[in-house]
């Protein structure tokens, strides 16, 4: 069921309106409106009504209502990796290199062919190490798999594709 909008209501209203807490230590799931530029994560009108109204991402406005303002370059992180969630618990602050370092920890970095702009395949790039480089065979492994004889060099480097032998 499709909840009504609240033209006139207060930020922290709107908030407790699309906020679906679930039970115990789960997550509270945000139901309004979905940010464009980055899929997966909430975003909240803050401003007065009329146009060009201000908005912020959902769990950050969690955040400052329940820890208070953030600091100048820092960002709220999830625990969860649930980009909707908002339950306060689930948050925590840090610099860019801890969320990325969270990533990491977790496995969750795309690398491979899990990366949305790779060319190859995993087993393509097992074949290109395995080819003999000769004078000319770079540029040839270029065209037989469509990829950028700078994209080759990177493989056989192991500047990328680090994981895959």
């Known amino acids: 069921m499709k909840k009504k909008r609240l033209w006139r209501s207060t930020p922290e209203q709107r908030f407790w309106h699309y ?3 679930g039970r115990n230590d789960s997550c ?3 139901t309004g409106t979905k940010h464009s530029a980055q899929p997966g994560y909430g975003v909240i009108v803050i401003g007065p009504t009329g146009t060009n109204r201000p908005s912020t991402m959902a769990h950050r406005f969690s ?3 329940h820890f208070g ?5 820092m960002l709220i992180c999830h625990k969860c990796d649930n980009p909707l969630c908002v339950n306060p618990k ?3 602050l840090g610099t860019f290199k ?3 370092n969270d990533r990491n920890s977790k496995n969750r970095q795309a690398h491979d062919s899990r990366h949305g702009r790779a060319k190859v395949t995993a087993e393509q790039v097992v074949a290109i190490r395995s080819t003999p480089i000769k004078r000319g065979s770079i540029s040839e492994l270029s065209r037989v798999y469509g990829i950028a004889r700078s994209a080759i060099r990177a493989i056989l480097s192991f500047k990328t594709w680090k994981q895959t032998y």
């Open 69 to 73: 303002e953030i600091p100048n370059g």
């Open 90 to 92: 689930h948050l925590f």
């Open 19 to 21: 906020t679906e807490k």
């Open 28 to 30: 509270w799931i945000w």
């Open 98 to 100: 801890d969320n990325m």
């Open 63 to 65: 955040w400052t209502l």
